[in-house]
């Protein structure tokens, strides 16, 4: 059998990022040959990632990314199994790199990210190295991409939550946005978004908590609308209480400083797969200097 040197075997981690005794046990297999040991690792690479992605992925980061001239950003979640994996510098890396390619090449969806290229190689090749080298199962669970004509603003609270406001003012308004939204996370930016059936169904709840309280049909009837307007004002954005200020609603906040908000976008690692017992919105709330 070929003696397998320490620099073939340096050479071989270097390409392929794995660890040594698996460099060194395939050199042997190769018999020394190191186009063929990094094959061998490349069809092994391909079966431990296959295994991996049955696990649960539901830690990550939120890549984004801005343009200069803020016309233009993107998100990108990129979702692995543990919180450790989600601080290693080569996943993060390679979350920021797909936010770049998503704001550039504008991809339809995941599948057609996995399609582009990235330092020369297939996104998809780059994910099954990055398994392979970190041991993990990563996924790239969904993007987005905004453009504009006026003005976008990005905000990330650390890695786990990130937003993409489009707006029109100062440029002060658009991270005041961004910040609330990461912090109160509203499913609407105005009443006029709400579905028909979703207002209906609440104040037909709202009628009949009216109606068990005894109280006469007349001011039933504006309990309904007062829990009607307090139900819509917590779910949008233009309804809530502004974070900095919640004696005034956002749209009252945008009024007096003549800004206008057009649209939002907002990811949270792992919502919708696992609940993280973390809360985001009280960190939010504290990096923007507003905790009791």
């Not at 040959?33 to 690479?45: F, P, Q, W």
């Not at 090449?105 to 990235?118: H, I, K, Q, S």
């Not at 309280?213 to 819509?232: D, H, R, T």
């Amino acid at each position: 059998m070929a003696e397998i040197g320490a620099s073939l075997v340096k050479e071989l981690r270097e390409m392929t990022g794995l660890g040594m005794m698996e460099c060194k046990k395939a050199l042997a297999e190769a018999g020394g040959n190191l186009g063929k040991a990094e094959e061998l690792l490349r069809i092994r690479s391909g079966a431990k990632a296959s295994k991996a992605a049955g696990r649960i992925a539901a830690e990550g980061v939120i890549g984004a990314w801005l343009a200069p001239d803020g016309r233009s950003a993107a998100m990108v979640e990129v979702n692995c199994e543990t919180d450790f994996v989600a601080k290693n510098e080569d996943f993060l890396a390679f979350a920021a790199s797909l936010a770049r390619i998503v704001a550039r090449e504008n991809p339809a969806d995941v599948a057609a990210l996995m399609e582009l290229t990235l330092g020369g190689e297939k996104i998809e090749s780059r994910r099954q190295a990055l398994v392979q080298k970190i041991g993990e199962n990563l996924s790239i669970r969904r993007l987005r991409r905004m453009q504009t004509d006026v003005k976008l603003a990005q905000y990330l609270h650390g890695t786990k939550i990130g937003v993409t406001v489009e707006f029109e003012g100062a440029d002060e308004i658009g991270k005041d946005l961004a910040m609330h939204i990461a912090f109160a996370r509203p499913r609407y930016l105005g009443k006029g978004e709400v579905a028909p059936e979703i207002v209906a169904r609440e104040r037909e709840i709202l009628a009949a908590r009216a109606s068990e309280s005894g109280k006469p049909v007349e001011i039933a009837a504006k309990m309904v609308e007062g829990g009607l307007n307090k139900f819509l004002g917590e779910i949008t954005l233009l309804g809530q209480p502004f974070v900095k200020d919640d004696k005034q609603t956002v749209e009252k906040m945008l009024a007096a400083r003549k800004g206008k908000v057009l649209g939002y976008a907002f990811f949270v690692v792992g919502e919708g797969i696992e609940k993280k017992s973390g809360d985001f919105a009280a960190e939010v709330k504290a990096a923007a200097g507003m905790g009791r």
